[in-house]
T-cell receptor
Framework: RKEVEQDPGPFNVPEGATVAFNCTYS??????FFWYRQDCRKEPKLLMS???SGNEDGRFTAQLNRASQYISLLIRDSKLSDSATYLC???????????FGGGTRLMVKP | DGGITQSPKYLFRKEGQNVTLSCEQN?????MYWYRQDPGQGLRLIYY???????QKGDIAEGYSVSREKKESFPLTVTSAQKNPTAFYLC??????????????FGAGSRLTVL
């Protein structure tokens, strides 16, 4: 089993749609969780951290379920510019190593 | 502007040749990392260094070598022993504990193609 698993997609959605991605992780001692965004042929960039209580940043909402070992990302009112690959990232319990999921590709269509 | 610079951006290599990818950061970060990304895949850790003159193997270190003689620099050599070196290579840096506000900053990447 991979340490961090994501549905690779692609998720094809129309503009304005709400879309959700899930990610599961295998190490129950993992400390912190993040979503990164990666545009085609570019470097990943931090989208948001994921806090235990759930957190929201504009149209983006991230949630963590430690009991079931999954995290989620919800995007509301999708824009064309949201088209990218979203990487689920897990920090180990030592706080010095990030493990990346394979990414979920999102394509927002007009 | 503080950041990470990788060079070259694109590189072509013949089979059997070693090649060195440069990574320089002016963020004063202690830790530096090298990742490899294959098409449609996530990032896999090759090597990392948490302090000058020290580095550790990641998940896929075979066929690669690194050095960390200066805090700012963490070059990666792709040797002829690496069986499938064509990939997108990403260098990153971070400061200490990576939780919360201290996250990884990535360079723009180097795309290596073996002919």
């Amino acid at each position: 089993r991979k340490e961090v698993e994501q549905d690779p997609g692609p998720f094809n959605v129309p503009e304005g749609a709400t879309v959700a991605f899930n990610c599961t992780y295998s190490n129950s001692a993992s400390q912190s969780f993040f979503w990164y965004r990666q545009d085609c042929r570019k470097e990943p960039k931090l989208l948001m951290s994921v806090y235990s209580s759930g957190n929201e940043d504009g149209r983006f909402t991230a949630q963590l379920n430690r009991a079931s070992q999954y995290i989620s990302l919800l995007i509301r009112d999708s824009k064309l510019s949201d088209s990218a690959t979203y990487l689920c990232v897990v920090l180990n319990n030592a706080g010095n190593m990030l493990t990346f999921g394979g990414g979920t590709r999102l394509m927002v269509k007009p | 502007d503080g950041g990470i610079t990788q060079s070259p951006k694109y590189l072509f290599r013949k089979e059997g040749q070693n090649v060195t990818l440069s990574c320089e950061q002016n963020l004063n970060h202690d830790a530096m990392y090298w990742y490899r990304q294959d098409p449609g895949q996530g990032l896999r850790l090759i090597y990392y260094s948490q302090i000058v003159n020290d580095f550790q193997k990641g998940d896929i270190a075979e066929g690669y070598s690194v050095s960390r003689e200066k805090k700012e620099s963490f070059p990666l050599t792709v040797t002829s022993a690496q069986k499938n070196p064509t990939a997108f290579y990403l260098c990153a840096s971070g400061q200490g504990d990576l939780s919360g506000a201290n996250v990884l900053t990535f360079g723009a990447g180097s795309r290596l193609t073996v002919l």
